[in-house]
């Protein structure tokens, strides 16, 4: 049962390309994956690792891919 409640560590990260923050929680992470893997990247890499380019390409992507099924 402790192990579901290790995986919920949810935080703010600011997009300074488009001025705004997203909750990175489990519709991010989707969102992140799908990314990675249109783009040939490793979705196990953290998103605060990546370099700044890498980062821009996601949040460039991400605003083109709206919230259709996340709210």
């Known amino acids: 049962m402790g192990m579901a409640c290790a995986?919920?560590?949810y935080y703010r990260v600011y997009d300074p390309y488009y001025?705004?923050?997203h909750v990175w929680n489990?519709?991010?992470?989707?969102?992140?994956?799908?990314?990675?893997?249109e783009n040939h990247r490793d979705p196990d890499r953290d998103f605060r690792?990546?370099?700044?380019?890498e980062q821009k390409e996601y949040w460039t992507w991400r605003h083109s891919h709206g919230d259709q099924d996340h709210h």
């Open 19 to 21: 001025s705004d923050y």
């Open 49 to 53: 690792r990546l370099p700044p380019g």
């Open 26 to 37: 489990n519709d991010e992470v989707v969102y992140y994956h799908t990314w990675a893997g």
């Open 7 to 9: 995986h919920h560590h």
